[in-house]
């Protein structure tokens, strides 16, 4: 364990480390005006035994970043191993001693603002951690509503990548949800089917059949979907369907839950007011809930290989 400290968040801007306070991007930055970033949500989970912090599926979160950038014509000076390091370095320089959100993003830093050609623009990375405990405030199962707003469409802006701009979609739906009183909204595709949650994939249990919209239903290729996947095919020997799933099946469902970096493995209790199965956590959620939770914190060696750790350096140098 690491002597008593106090942590202090550092960000990396451009090629330096810094307190996150100092890290700060001028008015004109046209990320800033039109989104043109491609970013990730990572956790950083706490191990209290070991004081250690696990990175969940370090590797993949860049790889998906790096998918958007691409997209965006920006073109970073960091490997994938490069970009590992630099957050392990910017967890191991702030000290944290508690589950941490980190936020890498590639984008384009440049500062000109009436400029709506991507390959004119130059481009900018950073990343930072934040303290981060439990995003959606409920131990037990939350209450969805059906977003008014679809999703958006792979003709439109692709949302298989996390690119910032197209967040504007989740954000509409999710205030919407809660000003209503939801604890999160469910959106469909513009085919009508169901597609994902603002900020999570979403499984919807029938019996012994686990089901998953497509990654081609416009939804993004999460990273917990597929670790929920793996677990269920290979630890709990269920059969996961992936195809397009009819609104009306949410209201058959035995269990419905979410999935997201953020949002763990979220249990559904009801859907426009009408309840999932009991509402409350159903088994299958719970299976899952607990092979997973131990496997992010680095407490299960049969997976110790989907974490990255990062211990405090105990000196912070800017
Ligand atoms: C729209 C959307 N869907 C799904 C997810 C879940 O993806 P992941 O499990 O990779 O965090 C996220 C996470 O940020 C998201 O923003």
Known sequence: MPDKHTSSPIAFLDGSYMP????RVGIMTHALHYGTGAFEGIRG?????EGKTYIFKLREHYERMLRGAKLLFIDIPY?????????????????????????PMAYKGEEKVAN??????????FCLAVPFGQYIDSDGAI????????????????????????????????????????????????????CEGTGENIFVVHGDKIVTPTLESNVLPGITRQTVIDLAINEL???????????SELIDADEVFLTGTAAHIQAVGSID?????????????????????PIVRGQNPKYLHYCTPASYLGVKRT
Request: with cysteine.
């Open 79 to 103: 490997s994938i191993d490069e970009l590992c390091e630099i957050t392990v370095e910017v967890i191991q320089r702030s000290g944290f001693t508690e589950d941490v959100y980190i936020r």
């Open 143 to 194: 209450s969805c509503c059906i977003a008014s707003y679809r999703r958006i469409d792979d003709t439109m802006v692709p949302p298989r990548f996390k690119l910032a701009g197209l967040y504007l979609n989740s954000i509409l739906a999710k205030t919407d949800a809660l000003a209503s009183g939801f604890d999160e909204a469910i959106m469909l595709n513009q085919d009508g089917h169901v």
């Open 116 to 125: 709506l050609n991507l390959r004119a623009l130059g481009d900018s990375f």
């Open 273 to 293: 007011h009408r309840l999932v199965g009991s509402g409350s956590v159903g088994h299958l959620t719970k299976n899952l809930q607990d092979l997973y939770f």
């Open 20 to 23: 996150l306070g100092d890290a």
């Open 45 to 49: 989970n706490w191990n209290e035994d």
């Open 237 to 247: 020997g269920f059969e996961v369907q992936e195809r397009p799933i009819d609104r």
